[in-house]
């Protein structure tokens, strides 16, 4: 089954180890493959990963953008068990994320660690004062 | 009972008293576990999960066990594949080997020529032979004595003889004797004499009666009355022409007997009493006394002195028995009139005729002086005088000369001399020779001359099959080459082991070199597993059959089964690449199995230590800290070589 993108123009994305930039045209495109891809909006850039799960999220989109994802895992569990050790109230999350590791669904992962970042985020929040209501 | 009214503050002091004794003992129990969730009823949900993230660490557990059998499944299918390889290139060097030495090599056979049914006969011995054929026969021994009776009655007057009583004569051939005594006084004659002279015998019957005698004796030797009548003649004859015989005197009348018989001047003798009558040759009496004549072969020389004195011969017997009594080996005798001498045998060679002063002896016996009587050979003897056999091998000729000439040959011992001179002259392993019956041999001594016979002699002599025509060389059977047949059989031995290597490759009782497929579970529920499938590595499989014998001894095969090595090779690289890859997938699920484990364990332990404001702070610290981690410093630089780096 292919995945549809939908491109705005000068939108771009990432396929396997190449970038791809849209014109100035909304643009339709179908891929099919075993390629990762990934859009731009589920992109985390280096300089944006300033919190502990959110240098999860890059290391979960490294292996999956990797020809070899294994030279990350080390990177990842290390990351994994600071935030364990941290907050194990996440640790329902990273089970969750271990298991869709570990079955290759990288994609579905790169989501649970989205609502990790949430969660992360309340609680930082709330160690900062910060409650928002 | 009297009522304790507790005041408030004592009940505020018991309050915090009991929830102080509470604490304690929960503080005491944590102490004691290190937990702070001990039971369910501690935090329900923080307990339960714990527990089941530990039930899982333990089912990943066993999951990772099976795992790792698989990965080393894939290992020994790893292990055997690089084995086979080795073994497929070794059997390359050996074919390549095969290649490079040469193919069956046809010898080539000398030229050769045999004779078959040749028939020539042995030599024959050296005949001397003299050439004038008139040397008669030995006249036997004679002596004539006149008696003189007196009277005519033709008695035997022995008193008128004056021959005593007792006289006796022995009449002797060599070999026997007999005695006669003069009985005249008629008293008996001695032991063993024979009587005669007894009154009124005649000399006829006395003759009749000694030769009687002479005849019982076996003395060979007759009287004989010549002539009947008046004065008598009587005649002492020797039987055979062989004999001397010897008249003896002895008795009382010894020195007057034989007088009075007229034998005493017969024949030869020292006295009257001893006398001997010899055979006599008329022709060897011709020859000067004295001359001798000697044949001389190799083994010697014969030599007889003619004459009448002691040790001369002067009859044909004295004659034959001096020659054979000789040290020259040859044969002594009269064929007819004619003297022949013959060699031993014809191996003894020649003999030659000499004397040592005149030449009545040569001339009377019909010798020539240095005379050389040569063996001989009937057939090559047939062989017209300068006919020639030539032998020609490669080109260059040898020629053999029949005859009677030096360097000719003329009897089977010369022909066999001169064809090992001819042999040796071409030299090599040339053979040039005749057998027993002149069969001829001739063999080239090397591989390029043809052999050639001719000549104006018959060739058929020397075999019946024998005739003009060149022969060539030949060329021999194929000879397989030895290095070849090494490399072939080094062949087969290598596909062998490759079969049995492919069989050994298991483990666990999986063999991904024989078919076997492997599935590798990697989850619990086995929704996500691998397969990878097994494939056919013996020598069968590979496509290699085992050659048959001498098949490398053609370049074609070596080519085919080279070829076949090679697809072989490309074959068992492709699936070791795809073993490789499967490998590696196993081995990172593999790893990330095990951390997982790790994960789940840490998890379990630590979800029953949960603290949301703890939880923030420490999450707020682990920020700060990571900015400066090597954690981050470390996904800093991988996400630089990632495509992030285009993105950015």
Same mark, same amino acid.
């Given at each position: 089954?292919?995945?549809?993108?939908?491109?705005?123009?000068?939108?771009?994305?990432?396929?396997?180890?190449?970038?791809?930039?849209?014109?100035?045209?909304?643009?339709?495109?179908?891929?099919?493959?075993?390629?990762?891809?990934?859009?731009?909006?589920?992109?985390?850039?280096?300089?944006?990963?300033?919190?502990?799960?959110?240098?999860?999220?890059?290391?979960?989109?490294?292996?999956?953008?990797?020809?070899?994802?294994?030279?990350?895992?080390?990177?990842?569990?290390?990351?994994?068990?600071?935030?364990?050790?941290?907050?194990?109230?996440?640790?329902?999350?990273?089970?969750?994320?271990?298991?869709?590791?570990?079955?290759?669904?990288?994609?579905?992962?790169?989501?649970?660690?989205?609502?990790?970042?949430?969660?992360?985020?309340?609680?930082?929040?709330?160690?900062?004062?910060?409650?928002?209501? | 009972?009297?009522?304790?009214?507790?005041?408030?503050?004592?009940?505020?002091?018991?309050?915090?008293?009991?929830?102080?004794?509470?604490?304690?003992?929960?503080?005491?129990?944590?102490?004691?576990?290190?937990?702070?969730?001990?039971?369910?009823?501690?935090?329900?949900?923080?307990?339960?999960?714990?527990?089941?993230?530990?039930?899982?660490?333990?089912?990943?557990?066993?999951?990772?066990?099976?795992?790792?059998?698989?990965?080393?499944?894939?290992?020994?299918?790893?292990?055997?594949?690089?084995?086979?390889?080795?073994?497929?290139?070794?059997?390359?060097?050996?074919?390549?080997?095969?290649?490079?030495?040469?193919?069956?090599?046809?010898?080539?056979?000398?030229?050769?020529?045999?004779?078959?049914?040749?028939?020539?006969?042995?030599?024959?011995?050296?005949?001397?032979?003299?050439?004038?054929?008139?040397?008669?026969?030995?006249?036997?021994?004679?002596?004539?004595?006149?008696?003189?009776?007196?009277?005519?009655?033709?008695?035997?007057?022995?008193?008128?003889?004056?021959?005593?009583?007792?006289?006796?004569?022995?009449?002797?051939?060599?070999?026997?004797?007999?005695?006669?005594?003069?009985?005249?006084?008629?008293?008996?004659?001695?032991?063993?004499?024979?009587?005669?002279?007894?009154?009124?015998?005649?000399?006829?019957?006395?003759?009749?009666?000694?030769?009687?005698?002479?005849?019982?004796?076996?003395?060979?030797?007759?009287?004989?009355?010549?002539?009947?009548?008046?004065?008598?003649?009587?005649?002492?004859?020797?039987?055979?022409?062989?004999?001397?015989?010897?008249?003896?005197?002895?008795?009382?009348?010894?020195?007057?007997?034989?007088?009075?018989?007229?034998?005493?001047?017969?024949?030869?003798?020292?006295?009257?009493?001893?006398?001997?009558?010899?055979?006599?040759?008329?022709?060897?009496?011709?020859?000067?006394?004295?001359?001798?004549?000697?044949?001389?072969? &190799?083994?010697?020389? %014969? @030599?007889?002195? !003619?004459?009448? =004195? +002691?040790?001369?011969?002067? *009859?044909? /017997?004295? #004659?034959? $028995?001096?020659?054979?009594?000789?040290?020259?080996?040859?044969?002594?005798?009269?064929?007819?009139?004619?003297?022949?001498?013959?060699?031993?045998?014809?191996?003894?060679?020649?003999?030659?005729?000499?004397?040592?002063?005149? &030449?009545?002896?040569? %001339? @009377?016996?019909? !010798?020539?002086? =240095? +005379?050389?009587?040569?063996? *001989?050979? /009937?057939? #090559?003897? $047939?062989?017209?005088?300068?006919?020639?056999?030539?032998?020609?091998?490669?080109?260059?000729?040898?020629?053999?000369?029949?005859?009677?000439?030096?360097?000719?040959?003329?009897?089977?011992?010369?022909?066999?001399?001169?064809? &090992?001179?001819?042999?040796?002259?071409?030299?090599?392993?040339?053979?040039?020779?005749?057998?027993?019956?002149?069969?001829?041999?001739?063999?080239?001594?090397?591989?390029?001359?043809?052999?050639?016979?001719?000549?104006?002699?018959?060739?058929?002599?020397?075999?019946?099959?024998?005739?003009?025509?060149?022969?060539?060389?030949?060329?021999?059977?194929?000879?397989?080459?030895?290095?070849?047949?090494?490399?072939?059989?080094?062949?087969?031995?290598?596909?062998?082991?490759?079969?049995?290597?492919?069989?050994?490759?298991?483990?666990?009782?999986?063999?991904?070199?024989?078919?076997?497929?492997?599935?590798?579970?990697?989850?619990?529920?086995?929704?996500?597993?691998?397969?990878?499938?097994?494939?056919?590595?013996?020598?069968?499989?590979?496509?290699?059959?085992?050659?048959?014998?001498?098949?490398?001894?053609?370049?074609?095969?070596?080519?085919?089964?080279?070829?076949?090595?090679?697809?072989?090779?490309?074959?068992?690289?492709?699936?070791?690449?795809?073993?490789?890859?499967?490998?590696?997938?196993?081995?990172?699920?593999?790893?990330?199995?095990?951390?997982?484990?790790?994960?789940?364990?840490?998890?379990?332990?630590?979800?029953?230590?949960?603290?949301?404001?703890?939880?923030?702070?420490?999450?707020?610290?682990?920020?700060?800290?990571?900015?400066?981690?090597?954690?981050?410093?470390?996904?800093?630089?991988?996400?630089?070589?990632?495509?992030?780096?285009?993105?950015?």
């Amino acid at each position: 089954m292919a995945l549809k993108v939908e491109l705005k123009p000068g939108e771009r994305f990432i396929l396997g180890d190449s970038v791809i930039t849209n014109d100035d045209q909304r643009t339709k495109l179908f891929i099919e493959g075993t390629v990762p891809i990934l859009r731009s909006k589920d992109i985390m850039r280096m300089e944006d990963a300033d919190t502990p799960c959110k240098k999860i999220y890059l290391a979960v989109q490294m292996m999956y953008l990797a020809k070899d994802p294994k030279l990350h895992h080390s990177t990842y569990f290390k990351l994994i068990s600071d935030v364990q050790n941290a907050a194990p109230s996440l640790f329902p999350h990273i089970d969750n994320l271990n298991n869709e590791i570990l079955t290759g669904a990288y994609y579905k992962g790169l989501k649970i660690v989205k609502a990790m970042i949430s969660d992360e985020e309340e609680l930082l929040n709330n160690a900062l004062g910060r409650t928002g209501i | 009972m009297t009522d304790i009214i507790l005041s408030s503050g004592v009940r505020g002091n018991l309050l915090s008293l009991q929830n102080t004794a509470n604490l304690l003992e929960r503080t005491q129990e944590r102490l004691a576990t290190g937990l702070k969730v001990n039971s369910a009823l501690d935090d329900p949900t923080a307990f339960f999960t714990s527990a089941s993230l530990n039930n899982r660490a333990a089912d990943l557990s066993r999951l990772l066990d099976s795992i790792s059998l698989g990965v080393q499944t894939l290992e020994a299918a790893d292990v055997g594949i690089k084995a086979i390889t080795d073994l497929l290139e070794t059997a390359q060097a050996s074919a390549r080997q095969a290649l490079q030495a040469p193919g069956p090599l046809s010898p080539a056979v000398a030229a050769s020529i045999t004779g078959t049914g040749a028939a020539i006969a042995a030599d024959a011995a050296a005949v001397a032979t003299g050439s004038i054929t008139n040397v008669a026969a030995d006249t036997a021994a004679v002596g004539t004595g006149t008696v003189v009776t007196g009277g005519d009655a033709l008695e035997l007057d022995v008193t008128n003889l004056n021959i005593a009583d007792g006289t006796t004569i022995t009449i002797s051939d060599g070999t026997t004797s007999r005695t006669f005594e003069f009985d005249t006084a008629g008293d008996g004659v001695g032991a063993g004499n024979f009587g005669i002279g007894a009154t009124n015998q005649t000399l006829a019957q006395a003759i009749t009666a000694i030769n009687g005698e002479l005849s019982t004796a076996t003395v060979n030797a007759t009287f004989t009355d010549v002539d009947g009548g008046g004065d008598s003649q009587i005649q002492l004859q020797a039987s055979n022409a062989t004999d001397s015989i010897q008249i003896t005197a002895g008795g009382a009348g010894s020195a007057t007997v034989l007088a009075a018989l007229g034998l005493d001047a017969i024949g030869s003798g020292p006295d009257a009493t001893d006398r001997t009558i010899a055979p006599t040759n008329a022709t060897l009496d011709g020859i000067t006394a004295g001359e001798t004549l000697t044949f001389t072969t &190799a083994a010697g020389s %014969s @030599t007889v002195t !003619f004459g009448t =004195g +002691a040790g001369q011969s002067n *009859t044909r /017997a004295e #004659l034959l $028995a001096a020659l054979n009594g000789g040290a020259s080996g040859a044969t002594f005798a009269f064929n007819g009139n004619t003297l022949e001498a013959t060699g031993a045998n014809a191996a003894a060679g020649d003999i030659t005729v000499a004397v040592t002063s005149g &030449a009545s002896a040569l %001339s @009377t016996l019909g !010798f020539t002086s =240095g +005379a050389v009587s040569t063996t *001989t050979n /009937a057939t #090559l003897g $047939a062989i017209t005088q300068g006919q020639t056999l030539t032998i020609d091998i490669g080109g260059t000729t040898e020629t053999v000369t029949f005859g009677s000439g030096a360097n000719e040959v003329n009897t089977l011992a010369e022909f066999n001399t001169r064809l &090992a001179a001819i042999q040796t002259s071409f030299g090599g392993s040339t053979v040039v020779s005749a057998d027993a019956d002149g069969n001829l041999t001739v063999t080239a001594n090397n591989t390029i001359g043809s052999v050639t016979l001719g000549g104006t002699a018959p060739l058929t002599t020397f075999g019946t099959n024998l005739n003009t025509t060149a022969v060539a060389p030949t060329t021999g059977t194929p000879v397989n080459n030895v290095i070849r047949e090494r490399a072939e059989a080094d062949y087969n031995t290598l596909l062998t082991q490759v079969t049995e290597l492919a069989r050994d490759a298991r483990f666990n009782g999986n063999n991904l070199l024989q078919n076997d497929n492997l599935t590798i579970f990697f989850n619990e529920n086995s929704t996500s597993s691998l397969t990878i499938s097994g494939v056919d590595f013996d020598a069968n499989g590979l496509g290699l059959t085992s050659q048959a014998a001498g098949s490398f001894q053609t370049n074609a095969n070596i080519d085919t089964a080279l070829e076949g090595l090679e697809a072989a090779i490309i074959q068992i690289r492709t699936q070791a690449g795809t073993f490789g890859s499967n490998l590696s997938v196993v081995e990172t699920r593999q790893q990330f199995t095990s951390s997982l484990i790790q994960t789940l364990e840490t998890g379990g332990a630590d979800l029953v230590l949960a603290d949301i404001n703890e939880e923030g702070a420490n999450l707020l610290a682990l920020q700060t800290r990571q900015q400066l981690s090597s954690t981050a410093l470390s996904l800093a630089s991988q996400a630089d070589q990632n495509v992030l780096r285009l993105f950015g």
